[in-house]
């Protein structure tokens, strides 16, 4: 409990408060950086998570850039400081733009977790064709086994008013068919077209997909209806430009939509599942996802690939 109310204060300043340990991983499409670092804020050392990111330009400053501007002449011009390459009309350069108009985003996990190290550490991918056996045998024990209040801290935090309240787009605190739309902590709500929101159901039963049946239908097609008429009413996006999808298996086990803009792409990989995928296969067999085989890709250190490992199962290298 103490521990509890001590974190509750925690709000860094500056990485001066955390010690650099070592790259964790570098994203290629983006060249932002994923590192481990130690803090002492906690009272003992502990693990941080830092994400380095390019924040975006803000649309309204481009024009100052440039000359001809007044607010220009308050501000450091975009300076040419290295000339990389020139070839006839083809030019590319290092540049240095006025750091109030380059901000930083970083983002912070701290203190980070083993699991939260693990999901950020790049590792080899295995391929997981899940029968419904598999997931009776290894899968559900291992969503069930999961420490929920530590890890979904954050998600009922925002389900009970009590963090980004300011920032909810969409409340509705039914026990049962409830949800709350927020914009996700990966978009800043200022380009449209990497609009990003979370759906969260309020409901603590489905956990997973292979939880969802027949009966959830009316709720799902509800809380993606509720996203699609916010993206338009806020922020002006069309439902034609967006794209609302499940993870399977999710990394946190309390039933969430993931709706984007299609320009984001970042939808990749067999783990999104379509939320219209999903209430098409319901309609026509309300058990669909009790009953068929579903991909996940899982780290080769997962403990559902270490449990099958033990039992003989064989991945073939
Ligand atoms: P994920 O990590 O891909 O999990 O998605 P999943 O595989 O279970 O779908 C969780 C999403 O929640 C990510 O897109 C995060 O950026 C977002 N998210 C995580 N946290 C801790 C927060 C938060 O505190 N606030 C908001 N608004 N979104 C968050």
């Given at each position: 409990m103490a521990e509890e109310s001590q974190a509750k204060e925690i709000m860094p300043q500056s990485l001066a408060d955390f010690k650099f340990e070592k790259i964790l991983n570098i994203i290629p499409e983006t060249q932002n950086m994923i590192v481990l670092a130690t803090g002492n804020m906690t009272g003992k050392p502990e693990p941080a998570l830092v994400f380095l990111l390019k924040a975006q330009f803000e649309e309204s400053n481009i024009p100052i850039f440039f000359a001809g501007s007044e607010e220009g002449d308050k501000i450091l011009p975009v300076e040419f400081l290295q000339n990389l390459q020139h070839n006839d009309k083809f030019y590319n350069f290092i540049g240095k733009c006025d750091p109030r108009l380059n901000p930083l985003f970083v983002?912070?996990?701290?203190?980070?977790?083993?699991?939260?190290?693990?999901?950020?550490?790049?590792t080899k991918t295995l391929v997981l064709r899940e029968t419904p056996e598999i997931y009776s045998k290894y899968v559900k024990s291992y969503i069930e086994s999961r420490a929920v209040e530590k890890e979904l801290k954050w998600v009922w935090n925002i389900l009970d008013g009590i963090s980004e309240k300011e920032r909810?787009?969409?409340?509705?605190?039914?026990?049962e068919t409830g949800f709350t739309i927020v914009p996700d902590t990966k978009w800043d709500e200022r380009n449209m077209k990497y609009l990003y929101f979370t759906v969260l159901a309020k409901t603590r039963k489905i956990k997973s997909l292979r939880d969802i049946n027949g009966s959830h239908i009316e709720f799902l097609k509800r809380m993606k209806e509720e996203a699609m008429k916010a993206a338009k009413a806020k922020y002006g996006v069309p439902s034609a430009q967006l794209l609302c999808y499940v993870h399977y298996l999710p990394s946190f086990m309390q039933l969430?939509?993931?709706?984007?803009?299609?320009?984001?792409?970042?939808?990749?990989?067999?783990?999104?599942i379509l939320v219209d995928d999903i209430i098409?296969?319901?309609?026509?067999?309300?058990?669909y996802y009790q009953k068929s085989n579903l991909t996940i890709p899982l780290s080769e250190t997962?403990?559902?690939?270490?449990?099958?490992?033990a039992d003989g199962f064989v991945f073939e290298e």
């Open positions: 983002k912070l996990i701290y203190p980070a977790t083993p699991k939260d190290i693990e999901k950020y550490t790049p909810v787009i969409y409340h509705d605190d039914d026990p969430h939509y993931h709706v984007i803009n299609i320009e984001r792409g970042d939808m990749r990989g067999p783990r999104c098409d296969n319901l309609q026509r067999d309300p058990e997962h403990e559902i690939v270490s449990a099958m490992k």
